[in-house]
């Protein structure tokens, strides 16, 4: 394999590329589900299709393809960015200190899921061609952004081997942290409070009482017991959220429907029914073995609430699926009382200037190290027993 003649081709739309071919490229679907559904064909098509990538958004799909005597056996979801929006992995700082020498940051080259701030693989191989397929992506990404006069390139959110593969390339690693639980062979959600100290156990109890009490039902739905009209409330969730944090929602309208067409079997909503209405949702999508809260939002506000539909619902419905994890999105400290611990992500970066590159790397150091006491820190924090037998207050 590695001896064979390789060709790349970048391509502004996934039209061109078989759902079938990416797939593969992408992980498959084991047991029926994907490995993970971020990466699949019909996600990243529907942020196309949608309009919420492409014209106007300042993400221009730029997806490389490697092939091997005309066999695709290595993909890679590449944007061309004119801004740092949606990324989740900050440089802001950067952007503005480059623009102050004398620069110009955007656009520039990123390797991501557009608004998904959750760790996957980010070049995408077929079996035995993971390796080849790494080496061949990455140089060919440097080409276009250096061939291009592209500031920097930027691969976000990447698996933990392609931060180390990366690293020794010679791209800048950097990392960061998310809150994430793990089902450690729960039988049921006592079993899980039975682990905490007595004081996180109670104050759980107390909170998935009092947002249980807010005056009607929650309700879980997949697959084919999702409707039209969960979409339309979903939108209207995701929008009020939207429009708090980032002033304008990222994702279009025609985005949920097309979740509804592609994606029903790997999505599960949670809502809070007042009469037979949804008044609070949260979206999660469903991987081999994680569940990924992605979207929330309410139009009314009762206590505890988000507690419930975002963290208490998702960790009941891994545990009776047997799902291993559930990854919450990003930041927030506050999940660390409710279960979650801090786990470490990656990204890697390549600056063109190398002046430029060499200062951001000094940082980059500092930066892990400070992530990686703080993640230490947290853990120690966290709401379970310190040892067996211990219910500390």
Request: aromatic residues 12%; contains cysteine.
């Amino acid at each position: 394999m590695d001896g064979s003649q390789l060709t790349v081709e970048v391509h502004s739309t996934l039209d061109v590329l078989s759902e079938k071919e990416w797939d593969a490229c992408a992980g498959g679907t084991v047991s029926g589900r994907s490995v993970n559904p971020f990466v699949t064909h019909r996600f990243l098509s529907a942020l196309e299709k949608s309009g919420s990538v492409g014209y106007g958004t300042g993400w221009h799909p730029r997806y490389l393809a490697v092939y091997s005597e005309g066999e695709l056996v290595a993909v890679a979801p590449t944007y061309v960015k004119e801004h740092s929006q949606g990324e989740y992995v900050f440089d802001h700082n950067w952007a503005h200190a480059y623009e102050r020498a004398g620069g110009e940051y955007y656009p520039k080259l990123q390797v991501a899921v557009p608004f998904t701030p959750v760790t996957g693989p980010r070049f995408l191989a077929k079996p035995g061609w993971q390796q080849t397929g790494v080496q061949a992506l990455t140089q060919a990404m440097v080409q276009i952004a250096s061939d291009n006069e592209l500031s920097s390139l930027h691969i976000t959110f990447c698996t933990p081997e392609e931060a180390e593969a990366g690293a020794q390339m010679g791209l800048l690693q950097r990392t960061g942290q998310q809150f994430h639980w793990t089902n450690e062979a729960y039988q049921d959600f006592e079993g899980f409070l039975s682990r905490l100290s007595s004081r996180k156990r109670k104050n759980i109890k107390k909170e998935r009482a009092k947002a249980q009490s807010f005056g009607g039902d929650i309700v879980l739905l997949t697959g084919r017991e999702i409707e039209p009209s969960h979409w339309d409330a979903m939108w209207r969730f995701y929008q009020d959220t939207g429009a708090r944090k980032w002033g304008t929602p990222y994702l279009t309208r025609r985005f949920f429907d097309l979740m509804h067409e592609t994606m029903r079997e790997d999505v599960l909503l949670a809502f809070a029914l007042r009469n037979g209405e949804p008044i609070a949702g949260a979206m999660n999508f469903i991987g081999q073995d994680v569940l990924f809260g992605r979207y929330w939002g309410c139009v009314e506000d009762h206590p505890c609430l988000h507690f419930e539909l975002c963290y208490y619902q998702a960790m009941d419905w891994a545990i009776a699926h047997g799902l291993l994890a559930v990854e919450a999105g990003a930041q927030g400290e506050h999940k660390l009382a409710r279960g979650y611990l801090p786990v470490t992500t990656y990204s890697l970066h390549w600056i063109r200037d190398a002046g430029f590159r060499e200062a951001v790397g000094t940082y980059l150091q500092s930066e892990r190290e400070a992530v990686s006491q703080d993640i230490e820190v947290l853990t120690s924090w966290g709401p379970f027993k310190q040892s067996q037998g211990e219910d500390h207050e």
